[in-house]
């Protein structure tokens, strides 16, 4: 895998500090550092990653090589994790926003994703989406990714 300044889950540790070891095989201690892992393989396109860590209905539904092919397709663009709450030992729950850029507007995952404790590891087993309205910025606003330039001087350009 490419070497990032920073860890694609937004924690500010380099990936190989970060979310790289449980994708090689670590297991992740918390269903917050699950979520942010599972966002990094998005970013990464690292489906394998994304199917070894679900259990239940999700894993029923899920086209790893239909959503390889769209993770691939996005700009990721950023993870802010809302909250994280542990409602016993085997349950936890992490919101959270990820955001990308597909067709020129940005787009939002905004989920409280459920997360269970099986065996000796965290899963993902299902998530409550909250659907935000889709808005494309205008040229003159603030570019979405937080780098102080106009949109149509970054994520804008030859959009």
């Not at 691939?72 to 990308?100: N, P």
Request: glycine share 8%; charged share 25%; hydrophobic share 30%.
């Amino acid at each position: 895998m490419a070497q990032f300044e920073h860890c694609p889950c937004g924690s500010q540790q380099t990936y190989q500090q970060c979310c790289a070891k449980y994708h090689q095989g670590d297991l992740a201690p918390t269903p917050e550092s699950l979520m942010r892992s599972r966002y990094a393989a998005y970013a990464l396109g690292d489906m394998d990653y994304i199917k070894r860590t679900m259990r239940g209905q999700p894993l029923t539904d899920f086209d790893a090589v239909k959503v390889g092919i769209w993770a691939k397709s996005v700009a990721w663009l950023g993870l802010e994790v809302l909250g994280a709450e542990r409602e016993s030992a085997k349950l936890g729950y992490v919101t959270f926003k990820a955001l990308y850029m597909a067709q020129g507007a940005q787009q939002t995952i905004h989920e409280r994703s459920e997360f269970r404790y099986d065996g000796n590891q965290w899963f993902y087993v299902a998530g409550v989406p909250d659907p935000l309205p889709r808005k494309k910025p205008g040229r003159n606003e603030p570019c979405f990714c937080g780098s102080q330039k106009k949109f149509k001087h970054c994520h804008g350009i030859n959009r």
